[in-house]
C-alpha cells in the first residue's frame, strides 16, 4: 500500500526460474512507472518503464505489467541469474509533477 | 557513455562540520534530482533542479541542507553543520526532461557518515 511498501520483503528463487517481483501503488493519478534495480554499493539501475496507457512491456529478459484496476505493477524476469540478486524498486510518478516516489524494494536472491 | 557522476564515494566527517557533496549529471540532460537513502525510509527526493533552476525542495530536511546548481554539468549539496542523524547514503539522479516519461539515471551515491 502507501505508495509503495512498507517493509523490504524478500524472494529467493533457484538460478534458471522465472522471478515475480510485485508491488502496490496508492496513487490512482500516477501515469508512469519505473523498475529500478539496485546492486549492493551502487545507485538504483534503470531496468524497464511503462506508461499508463500500457498494461504490458517487455525487454529482454524482462516484462512489466501494469493492472490499474487494481493499482499493482509487476517485474518479470525470465530464467533468473545469480547476477540478478538485487533489491528492486518500484516508482511511480502522479499525474502532475514530476516527482518519483519509490517503494523500499524488494530483496531478490538468486540461488546457484 | 559517462552515466551520472557523484564524489566523494564515502565521506566520515565529524558532526557539526560542513560536508559538500558533488554530481555530474548526464550530458544533455536538464533535470536534476537529489535523494537520500536510508534502511529506515528508503529514497526520499530532497530536491530537484530544471534548466538549473530549483523546482521543488519541499524535501530538504531543514536550513541546514542547501544546494546548488551553478551549471548545467555540476551540482552541489551541502550540509552545514552536519549532525550524526545525517549519516545516510545520498544519490544524484537527472532525466531530460522533454518530456515526462523520461527515467531518472541515478549515479553511485556517497555513503556519508557523520560521527
Known amino acids: 500500500g502507501e505508495s509503495v511498501g512498507l517493509h523490504l520483503p524478500t524472494l529467493s528463487v533457484q538460478e534458471g526460474d522465472n522471478s515475480i517481483i510485485n508491488c502496490a501503488y496508492s496513487?490512482?493519478?500516477?501515469?508512469?512507472f519505473i523498475w529500478y534495480k539496485q546492486e549492493s554499493g551502487k545507485g538504483p539501475q534503470f531496468i524497464i518503464d511503462?506508461?499508463?496507457?500500457?498494461d504490458k512491456r517487455q525487454g529482454q529478459r524482462v516484462t512489466v505489467l501494469l493492472n490499474k484496476t487494481v493499482k499493482h505493477l509487476s517485474l518479470q524476469i525470465a530464467a533468473t541469474q545469480p547476477g540478478d540478486s538485487a533489491v528492486y524498486f518500484c516508482?511511480?510518478?502522479?499525474?502532475?509533477?514530476?516527482?518519483?516516489?519509490f517503494g523500499k524494494g524488494t530483496l531478490l536472491t538468486v540461488n546457484p | 557513455d559517462a552515466g551520472v557522476i557523484q564524489s566523494p564515494r564515502h565521506e566520515v566527517t565529524e558532526m557539526g562540520q560542513e560536508v559538500t557533496l558533488r554530481c555530474k549529471p548526464i550530458?544533455?540532460?536538464?533535470?536534476l534530482f537529489w535523494y537520500r537513502q536510508t534502511m529506515m525510509r528508503g529514497l526520499e527526493l530532497l530536491i530537484y533542479?530544471?534548466?538549473?533552476?530549483?523546482?521543488?525542495d519541499s524535501g530538504m530536511p531543514e536550513d541546514r541542507f542547501s544546494a546548488k546548481m551553478p551549471n548545467a554539468s555540476f551540482s552541489t549539496l551541502k550540509i552545514q553543520p552536519s549532525e550524526p542523524r545525517d549519516s545516510a547514503v545520498y544519490f544524484c539522479?537527472?532525466?531530460?526532461?522533454?518530456?515526462?516519461?523520461?527515467?531518472?539515471?541515478f549515479g553511485d551515491g556517497t555513503r556519508l557518515s557523520i560521527l
Open positions: 550530458s544533455g540532460h536538464n533535470s
Open positions: 533542479f530544471n534548466n538549473n533552476v530549483p523546482i521543488d
Open positions: 516508482a511511480e510518478r502522479g499525474g502532475s509533477n514530476y516527482k518519483l516516489t
Open positions: 539522479a537527472s532525466s531530460l526532461a522533454d518530456s515526462r516519461n523520461q527515467p531518472q539515471h
Open positions: 496513487n490512482s493519478a500516477s501515469d508512469y
Open positions: 511503462i506508461r499508463s496507457n500500457m
